[in-house]
């Protein structure tokens, strides 16, 4: 039993080794990934999704390492329920969609947690305040059309204050509170 949760266990990290002697570029593919914020207001629970997101992973299957994770987020293009509550979004007290009208991450490095757990060290940009960042994610990586692809999962919470996210009347945090949950979940297709 020991032996088939070993060889369980290594398939994914076998399947990377099988891939050229090089850092592999991947490609986030749109129509199978999302990216969901959840913020409360007045007590209530919320979701809106960051819409369009581009993203370009570089992992070397022989040194995962070192990965490059470089990810933009269209602010503009967020989609929520509420026009009144996207309006209130894209102003300057929130997001600022006319000064900034993108947010980045990008990563440097990442560490290997466990079998299928990583951790990548890099910096958050969302309007003019950039921040060190660890991102934690699960990464399965198979066969798709084809193509090797891999999933990626992860959950995080960041507080939008120390983004300037809440300017004015939303910098207290009466209504909507400091903390943002983005849950992340999308796949990339090797190029």
């Not at 994610?137 to 939008?160: P, W, Y």
Request: glycine fraction near 6%; proline fraction near 6%.
């Amino acid at each position: 039993m020991r032996t088939l949760l070993y060889g369980a266990a290594l398939a994914p990290i076998l399947l990377l080794t099988t891939l050229p002697a090089q850092a592999a570029t991947w490609v986030l593919d749109p129509e199978q990934s999302s990216v969901i914020f959840g913020y409360t207001f007045g007590g209530d629970p919320y979701v809106g999704e960051f819409k369009n997101v581009e993203a370009i992973f570089n992992i070397d299957p022989l040194n995962p390492a070192a990965c490059d994770f470089q990810v933009t987020i269209p602010i503009s293009d967020i989609s929520i329920d509420s026009p009144e509550a996207l309006d209130y979004l894209h102003d300057y007290e929130l997001f600022d969609v006319d000064q900034w009208p993108t947010a980045s991450f990008k990563a440097d490095s990442c560490s290997l947690e466990s079998l299928s757990s990583f951790v990548s060290e890099g910096t958050l940009t969302i309007r003019d305040q950039t921040n060190p960042m660890s991102f934690p994610f699960n990464l399965d990586v198979d066969m798709d059309g084809g193509k090797l692809s891999f999933h990626l999962t992860s959950e995080v919470t960041i507080n939008r204050l120390e983004y300037g996210v809440g300017q004015g009347y939303w910098a207290g945090t009466g209504e909507i509170p400091n903390e943002v949950t983005i849950k992340v979940d999308v796949r990339a297709v090797s190029q």
